[in-house]
């Protein structure tokens, strides 16, 4: 219990995947302008995460390590992803039109989201448990959309704000998104595993 | 100055005009994450370089061949195919390296540098074409990591050529005081944030 809480605290604060372990940058800066945008993106990247990882973390403890094939972790991981991805547009254009106009135009996206395949590597990785491994995913994908959700509401406001002609677009966002990190820097060192 | 010869173009285009960091804003993830040295820069530059070249060329020569309905998975599989060789000869050889990365290396496969060209350029181009595309935007992206992790390496560190003890150069001598902020997640951020606004001013002065 612990050990599944401070996984929770690290991942979400201490060791954010944006802030602090540059995971998931291209979305983060891509889909960031907007807040409906972001809290679209977000949604989808916590189902995806946690489904992966669970797919992905029974897959190599069951099939590629008895078998003594770990050396195709990433070609099996990153087709993993990539099925499951579609599997879950499929499903949900089926049962759930509403929720799929929403996360639609993300989904695909998500196959080549750094977040995703760096959560299933590290879950391996750090040998984590079944159930440590998906908590870790969902603190993971819930550090990475709190990050997006408070640089979507900076740049909300930020539209409005005189910047200077050579910073802007990327430039300001990511001295902004610096400024976040150096904040979140304050955690550092709080909890470790 | 008009280049006429495609070759050329192909190859120059990444380097300067497209440049995959500082004009497309493309491979972030490693460019942020490994940049703290100017070695593992090079180094993940070079390795993202050579997997961008063998896919390019691969890709380019199926492209006959593959589906169009399946072609990013067939992608995916060609590429993250070059990331395990490549994975395994930094363990083999350059084991310090590879620890230093760490989970960026097996992470070049979700690099968008490398999927973008395949579906933008490989798939559609003969192979020696796109084996110029690939050595230039390779070229172009390993120029960005060695700029960023110049910056950074000399501000943050005080240094060149580190983290080695034996090939660092420390340029400031004993009295200077690393400004940890840039060896930092948030100085990455920040430094590149500021070369990019520089960047776009030299781009603009000379009209590219």
Redesign the interface.
């Given at each position: 219990m612990e050990k599944l809480l401070s996984i929770i605290f690290i991942y979400i604060l201490v060791d954010n995947f944006v802030?602090?372990?540059?995971?998931?940058?291209?979305p983060f800066?891509g889909v960031s302008r907007k807040m409906e945008t972001a809290i679209g993106m977000s949604m989808a990247v916590v189902f995806v995460m946690t489904l992966a990882t669970l797919a992905t973390w029974l897959i190599y403890t069951f099939v590629l390590v008895p078998f003594n094939l770990s050396?195709?972790?990433?070609?099996t991981f990153?087709?993993v992803i990539?099925?499951l991805v579609q599997l879950v547009e499929i499903i949900l254009r089926k049962i759930s039109p509403t929720l799929y106009q929403g996360l639609g135009i993300f989904l695909p996206l998500i196959?080549?989201?750094?977040a995703?395949?760096?959560v299933v590597?590290?879950a391996v990785?750090q040998e984590f448990s079944l159930l440590e491994s998906v908590i870790f995913a969902l603190a993971a994908s819930l550090g990475f959309s709190m990050a997006l959700v408070i640089m979507a509401g900076i740049r909300e406001r930020q539209e409005l704000a005189k910047i200077?002609a050579?910073?802007k677009g990327?430039?300001?966002?990511?001295?902004t998104?610096?400024?976040l990190?150096?904040a979140f820097?304050g955690f550092k060192g709080m909890l470790t595993l | 100055m008009k280049v006429n010869n495609p070759y050329l173009q192909d190859l120059t285009q990444g380097i300067v005009k497209e440049n995959p960091t500082f004009r497309l804003l493309l491979g972030m993830c490693p460019l942020l994450g490994v940049t703290a040295y100017i070695v593992n820069g090079l180094g993940m530059g070079l390795a993202a370089t050579a997997v961008l070249i063998a896919s390019n060329l691969v890709i380019s020569m199926l492209r006959n061949f593959i589906p169009p309905q399946v072609r990013i998975p067939c992608f995916i599989v060609i590429i993250a195919t070059f990331v395990t060789i490549i994975e395994m000869v930094l363990q083999a050889f350059q084991p310090v390296l590879y620890e230093a990365l760490g989970v960026f290396v097996p992470l070049i496969v979700v690099n968008c540098i490398i999927l973008g060209r395949a579906e933008a350029f490989a798939s559609k181009k003969p192979v020696l074409r796109s084996l110029s595309d690939g050595i230039g935007m390779g070229i172009g992206f390993t120029l960005g990591l060695v700029i960023l992790a110049t910056v950074r390496e000399i501000i943050g560190q005080g240094t060149i050529f580190g983290p080695d003890p034996e090939s660092a150069i420390h340029l400031f001598g004993a009295n200077y005081e690393p400004m940890a902020l840039f060896a930092q997640p948030a100085g990455a951020f920040i430094a590149l944030g500021l070369l990019l606004g520089m960047v776009n001013v030299i781009f603009k002065r000379f009209n590219i």
């Open positions: 802030f602090q372990r540059f995971f998931g940058i291209c800066l050396y195709l972790q990433i070609v990153i087709l990539a099925s196959t080549t989201n750094c995703v395949m760096a590597l590290l990785r200077p050579a910073l990327s430039a300001v966002t990511l001295i998104a610096g400024i990190s150096l820097l | -």
